[in-house]
């Protein structure tokens, strides 16, 4: 009865009203005032945290992509004037060409435009063509970086097969305690060739317990993967893989209930779901 009591008084706490109150300044007793329970204003806030991380990351990540865009945009006008400086060098090779061809220092002072001649600055030609291929050292820079950060980037499912467990909270079928199911499971045949998602140098290869037989890459950036449950591994540690690669085969070893490969992604030292870089296809 004593527990009855509490209960009651309890939900009657968080279901009590609070009430808000809105009062304009020009018209003080003019107010609009609001009833909600107490229990959802904890709930507010933590929606509007939520929503305010969010938010956050979009706005960053609309940033990131801006500055790339905007970096492009520049070294492609860049281009566009060492393209014009090569033009004028390849102009003036084939006027030099043509005087040349006259032979004769006669016919080369009779033919020669002295007014053309004026015109064609080889010290500023010189100095655009060097502001140019620094141009190119810094594109070619960029490129290699944005490459790096793609081949490092985990993309597609290290196998075709059918999902049977989700990132996320989940029983454990081993143990039937809920738990952070830190990966995916894919369900495939037994052996089947089992890829890497991204290129990288191999970290791990061998029995990790209720994993059984692993494989964890290093990509580089921050991204790293895991595939667990192998039947056998083909990689030691140090090798360096390609996207694409073999790594190791479908099995059912550690605490497996069926022949599957679990996969992980993680990105900055801790675990993301690997369903924001799946890209709807397995690894060709």
Known sequence: ????????KFRKKILAPVTIMFIQHHH????????????LIPLAAVLCTLGA???GS??????????RENQLREYSAKVGEFNAALTSVKKMESDLKTLISYGTKEKILENVDTADMGTMDIYQIQKQIQLSMNTVASINEFLRTQKDIYLSTPRGLPIDGRMTSLFGSR?????GRVELHRGIDIAAPYGTNVKATADG????????????????????HGFSSCYAHNSANKVTVGQRVKRGETVSHVGATGNATGSHVHYEIWQGGR??????HMEGSHVP
Do not use: C
């Open 28 to 39: 003080a007793r003019h107010s609009i005032n609001i009833n909600i329970p107490m229990f």
């Open 1 to 8: 009865m004593w527990k009855m009591d509490q209960i009651r």
């Open 271 to 276: 675990v993301i779901n690997p369903k924001q």
């Open 53 to 55: 991380i969010y938010v």
């Open 171 to 175: 029983t454990n079928p081993i143990t």
């Open 201 to 220: 140098v191999v970290s791990f290869s061998g029995w990790n317990g209720g994993g059984g037989n692993t494989v964890v890459i290093e990509h580089g």
């Open 58 to 67: 979009v706005v960053t990540e609309l940033f990131s992509y801006q500055v």
